[in-house]
């Protein structure tokens, strides 16, 4: 009976070990990319380049993006900062010099968020640029 | 002996499933993202929208970008497609009808693969798009 008992749990054990492994996102990369912001909205923030403009990327990153994405709450899935390395096209200049992301659930309620706030974010811009920005929202679509 | 045996084999699976649950990811949402594009280079395609441009959304999903991801291997991570939808900003045009993303581990591979390829790649623009893209290329930093 002792026995039986053993050998149940010892099979059942097996299978929740079975189970889990193939619940667990293969490793194939350092950069393996498991979840997906498909169906996502994003909004960029796009800083243009040009001859006299700078970008202060410290600030940016440090400052001025954890400010805006504490604003967001839980309708913000997560956020990026590239910056800019040049055109992909030869002999072209830098098209932008930084582009900060925000990937959220729902547009309204990002809109709804930023409202009482823009003039915080806008008067923070001093601190790290002289450009001015261009927005684009977008749906992620794969 | 049996027994002892038994109960070696039930502890050390025991072991294994905590093991396994510890290395799951948190799954609190559906969008949750796991992994970071940190560190990668991306090269953004991005597709300026002017009265009288078009581009087609199903084609360029399901013909080019497949495509293109076919010439870079495993240097690529992954792909994103963004559909534009408007201006973060009232009353400004759409900035972008679209913008089409490849995550990379190395920019000199990356372009080792598109020289051969260049012609075939722009000879594809004319049947989804009569727009001329904007090349950026990008480290993502956060």
Redesign the interface.
Known sequence: M??KL??S??LL??Y??AL??E???EKS?K???????K?????S??YPYAEGKNFN?EYY?AKH?PMVAGFLGSNL?????????????PD?PL??MA?GSF?V?S?SEYQAAIAPNRDAIRADFTNYTNVTP?????????
């Open positions: 002792k026995f053993i050998l749990l010892l054990s097996s929740f070990v889990s492994q619940k667990q996102p990369s950069h393996n990319i498991t979840a997906t912001e169906g996502l909205i994003k909004i923030i796009l990327m990153a993006m899935v997560k956020y990026t900062i590239e910056k800019g390395l040049s055109s992909g096209i072209q098209p932008f582009i990937y659930k547009l261009v927005i684009f929202v977008s749906e992620v679509v794969q």
